[in-house]
């Protein structure tokens, strides 16, 4: 059973070099961005996350919703391992699968083929389970005999395909969305949403970040609200 426990959780980055001062202005003139807190000299400290305590259970279709600059994109990463907690402490059962940037681990000068291994192997899948599903990623990135060559010749959109399919090949317990990640052209990206959608169908717990009311109310069978690295609430 897949199940995420996340008790008074607290995520901060120190800046240094920073006027504490001017930057606390800033980002108060903008309304976004976690707590700012004025440190020793020219140490600020940003609080992304202040606090957070969330029960996510099997079955469970959450949206987090908020402001740019929330703490929603910054909890996705924390889930997934990539950010470490200041405080607090994060359960987690189950294997977590994130497409939060796809293109990371992703080498220009690689082949399409190469690149399949070293994303896969960033998303922890093993040889053999990247080979098993090597050309089922190859036939859906469409790329022809271009999966061959180096990802330096490939368009933005051809890069973005693969990228998105190696992404969406492992099946995990966990899988965290941000809204912002590309699926290549236009005449891509219904077949990239039907290929989220079986993700969503036969993935036990699913995180989704957006902006968008409508993916919220098609996809989510719960909302949490983040504000300033604050939870609001959660329904």
Known sequence: MAHISIENLTVEFAIFGANSRSLKNQLLSQATGGRVMSGIRDVVTVRAIDGLNLEINDGDRVGLIGHNGSGKTTLLRVIAGIYKPSGGALTIEGRVGALLDPTSGMDAESTGIQNIYLRGYMLGMSRREIASKLDEIADFAELGDFIELPMRTYSAGMFARLAFAVSTAAQKDILLIDEGIGAGDA?????????????????????????????ISEFCSRRVLMQHGLLQSAS
């Open 187 to 215: 005449g891509f990206r219904k077949k990239a949403q039907r290929r989220i959608e079986s993700l969503f169908d036969r993935t036990p717990i699913v995180i989704l970040a957006s902006h968008s009311e409508s993916l």
